[in-house]
Nanobody, 114 residues
């Protein structure tokens, strides 16, 4: 199983980014997917997740600003991030949860700064 996350970068406060997570070696459509993030000195924290049935959950600190989605035909999950704040600066990691196992992609850096 391989997960490739990309789409991070430097953006000004109030801006937007879309992260993508492409999966291979797994039946993507039947598994839960999600995103965590980790800022320097902080623990990794859940940002958003989507079940195989399309049920989504968000951390309170991103509700109304971030949207998780998935394209099962492309084996890809997305995280649309709007109204970004400096405190959203972190390395973002995608994951797939399958049959009791969690697979992680490498992180992609998101920096929100003027």
């Amino acid at each position: 199983v391989q997960l490739q996350a990309y789409g991070g970068g430097l953006v000004q406060p109030g801006g937007s980014l879309r992260l993508s997570c492409a999966a291979s070696g797994i039946i993507f459509s039947i598994n839960a997917v999600g995103w965590f993030r980790q800022a320097p000195g902080n623990q990794r924290e859940l940002v958003a997740r989507a079940s195989s049935g399309g049920i989504t959950n968000y951390a309170d600190f991103v509700k109304g600003r971030f949207t998780i989605s998935r394209d099962n035909a492309k084996n890809t999950a997305y995280l649309q991030m709007n109204s970004l704040k400096p405190e959203d600066t972190a390395v973002y990691y995608c994951y797939v949860f399958s049959v009791g196992n969690t697979y992680w992609g490498h992180g992609t850096q998101v920096t929100v700064s003027s």
